[in-house]
């Protein structure tokens, strides 16, 4: 169908879209699951503990023209970020327990074009049980680790998770500071991060990425003795897998009501891994100054032996994802914080 003849609206994707509890798509994951290793008498599984995974995915296709409607649905354990031809389309699941995980559905069809098209999905399985994830019961290279399940219906064919999507196991998250941290029961309910651009591939979800180098994705199987361990849901351990119970979030983009800039003599330790460690270290810098107040873009030139700190405040009680755009030299560290400052009335 063509650009013109579309209907203007066409209808919502919903779960009777996909009325069959079997996918198309298969579970996979950048690297293939840890198998058991036996020993003397019954199996043992000797599996390595859970740690946290990052991991990206591409997958080229071309069409030749689009479909008015392109129903889709995605999940992962643990949490996705999907763009199409460089945009946006989903982020989720929702919070999920492992036994009645929730999938997210969409229309792919405003976000494709005639000719070649690009998914490309960023992954982020937790490893560590938290506040607000628990890991699956262990399958024997189920559960276990990470993966993620994709399909949409093109109308002729399907397009699906597999073995033919391209991966990428990212190593610019880095979990070493975490074995010397001194506040590490704070990681239990907030997610914190070590993140080093320099390792990330710039521009890998955009069309046109060059992704020769990466290697293919593996189908998750498993190994068990009772229960089904195919690579598509439903399966062990997870079980069938449920819509999404709830709206996707939207809202307007909001830029903050105010900024400030404050200069500190001396620089942190740049050998403290630890994040938290580190923003308690800046707080206990000498201020070089008064805080100036500061306009939307913030430009700071931050001299030798010198720390800046930034004060971005959205003036009234806001949630949602956050976004900087930064330009900033080669080796520059940036540690982000948030915290809530009650309004207090002026004192009489």
């Given at each position: 169908m063509s650009e013109t003849s579309k209907s203007p609206n066409p209808a919502a994707v919903t779960g009777e879209d996909f009325p069959e509890i079997r996918w198309h798509g298969n579970w996979i994951w950048c690297e293939p699951p840890e198998m058991p290793r036996f020993g003397p008498g019954m199996p043992v599984?000797?599996?390595?503990?859970?740690?946290?995974?990052?991991?990206?995915?591409?997958?080229t296709f071309t069409l030749a023209?689009?479909?008015e409607r392109v129903p889709a649905r995605i999940t992962a354990d643990s949490r996705y970020l999907l763009y199409c031809n460089g945009r946006e389309v989903?982020?989720?699941?929702?919070?999920?327990?492992?036994?009645?995980?929730f999938y997210d559905l969409f229309d792919l069809a405003p976000y494709l074009q005639a000719g070649e098209n690009v998914l490309a999905i960023y992954a982020k399985f937790y490893g560590i049980a938290k506040s607000f994830w628990m890991p699956a019961p262990g399958g024997f290279g189920r559960g276990h680790g990470p993966q993620m399940v994709f399909e949409a219906n093109l109308g002729t064919e399907w397009l699906v998770s597999d073995?033919?999507?391209?991966?990428?196991?990212?190593?610019?998250?880095?979990?070493?500071?975490?074995?010397?941290?001194?506040?590490?029961?704070?990681?239990?309910?907030?997610p914190l991060e070590v993140f080093d651009a320099r390792k990330f591939p710039f521009g890998w979800e955009q069309p046109g990425?060059?992704?020769?180098?990466?290697?293919?994705?593996s189908l998750m199987t498993g190994f068990s003795f009772t229960a089904r361990m195919?690579?598509?849901?439903?399966?062990?351990?997870?079980?069938?897998?449920?819509?999404?119970?709830?709206?996707?979030?939207?809202?307007?983009?909001?830029?903050?009501?105010?900024?400030?800039?404050?200069?500190?003599?001396?620089?942190?330790?740049?050998?403290?891994?630890?994040?938290?460690?580190?923003?308690?270290?800046?707080?206990?810098?000498?201020?070089?100054?008064?805080?100036?107040?500061?306009s939307l873009p913030v430009n700071v030139k931050v001299s030798a032996h010198q720390t800046a700190r930034i004060t971005l405040d959205m003036g009234r009680v806001v949630m949602g994802q956050v976004q900087f755009s930064v330009q900033a030299p080669a080796g520059a560290i940036l540690d982000f914080?948030?915290?809530?400052?009650?309004?207090?009335?002026?004192r009489g």
């Open positions: 599984a000797s599996l390595k503990p859970l740690t946290e995974q990052h991991a990206l995915f591409r997958k023209e689009v479909p989903f982020r989720g699941p929702v919070r999920i327990q492992p036994r009645r995980m073995a033919s999507w391209k991966s990428h196991k990212s190593p610019a998250w880095d979990e070493d500071w975490r074995a010397g941290a001194h506040m590490g029961f704070m990681d239990e309910g907030i990425f060059d992704d020769t180098a990466w290697g293919n994705a195919a690579p598509q849901p439903p399966t062990e351990p997870y079980g069938p897998l449920y819509p999404r119970p709830i709206g996707k979030l939207g809202g307007e983009r909001l830029l903050p009501a105010a900024a400030s800039v404050q200069m500190l003599d001396g620089q942190v330790d740049l050998q403290v891994g630890d994040p938290v460690k580190r923003l308690y270290e800046s707080l206990n810098l000498n201020a070089a100054g008064d805080p100036v107040v500061a914080s948030y915290t809530e400052d009650p309004l207090r009335p002026p």
